[in-house]
């Protein structure tokens, strides 16, 4: 019998605030279109099926805390890997990211018989983590607004308000529209579970991360700092 060899990808603190993003992503998507929609029939039926437009408030606010809370907890993971760990900022955007794009492209078009070689995370990873990074804080910008006009307006100009809702709720269309799109074919279509399970087979690794099966089969395995240091 043959053992699959896996690699962890991701730890279990990394799964947990995933699936808590999804989960409010998904909700706030459920409660927030149909009141961007509110005239159309489906917009209504939605409505009425999730007990009326205030519960359908509730719900819609409940969700959007607990997509700030997640954000919160992992700016504190975040913090505590680069601060106390000493791990390097792998999602930050290199030159590599631009070439790596410039040759997938050319491999698509079949301009080119060669894939790119991938690091930890791939440019295509990094796009999408830093647009859930600008969408979010949009969208709890505008949403505070919408949530507090009265407050709002207290101490900035009336023209917030209608400006904030045009901004979330285009922002809100753009966010389904993508997950839809790029992250339903470049995560659920290609059949990557690590986020869910942790793991990636060697083969995974080969084909979308060798930068790092290289360095890992060479045995460069970051190692972590000594106590003084943390």
């Keep these: 019998m043959t053992t699959v060899r896996r690699y962890l990808r991701f730890v279990v603190t990394d799964r947990l605030l995933h699936l808590t993003l999804l989960v409010s992503f998904t909700m706030l998507a459920l409660t927030g279109l149909p009141q961007k929609y509110a005239n159309e029939r489906w917009g209504i039926l939605m409505i009425q099926a999730m007990g009326g437009i205030?519960?359908?408030?509730?719900?819609?606010?409940?969700?959007?805390?607990?997509?700030?809370?997640?954000?919160?907890?992992?700016?504190?993971?975040?913090?505590?890997?680069?601060?106390?760990?000493?791990?390097?900022?792998?999602?930050?955007?290199?030159?590599?990211?631009?070439?790596?794009?410039?040759?997938?492209?050319?491999?698509?078009l079949g301009l080119s018989k060669q894939s790119p070689n991938y690091p930890r995370f791939n440019f295509m990873e990094k796009l999408e983590y830093w647009a859930v990074v600008w969408g979010t804080i949009l969208m709890t910008l505008t949403g505070y607004i919408l949530w507090n006009p009265i407050l709002i307006t207290r101490f900035f100009p009336g023209e917030w308000v209608p400006a904030a809702k045009i901004a979330h709720g285009m922002e809100a269309v753009l966010a389904v529209l993508s997950i839809l799109t790029w992250h339903f074919y470049f995560v659920h279509i290609r059949f990557n579970k690590s986020i869910f399970n942790g793991y990636l087979t060697e083969e995974q690794m080969e084909e979308e991360h060798s930068i790092e099966l290289e360095r890992r089969l060479a045995g460069e395995v970051r190692k972590p700092p000594a106590p003084d240091v943390r």
Aim: net charge positive; charged share 15%.
């Design 54 to 108: 205030e519960q359908v408030r509730v719900f819609h606010h409940t969700f959007a805390v607990m997509l700030i809370l997640v954000s919160i907890a992992h700016a504190v993971q975040l913090g505590y890997r680069v601060y106390v760990q000493r791990t390097s900022l792998s999602m930050l955007p290199t030159l590599k990211d631009v070439t790596d794009f410039v040759d997938s492209l050319k491999y698509n």
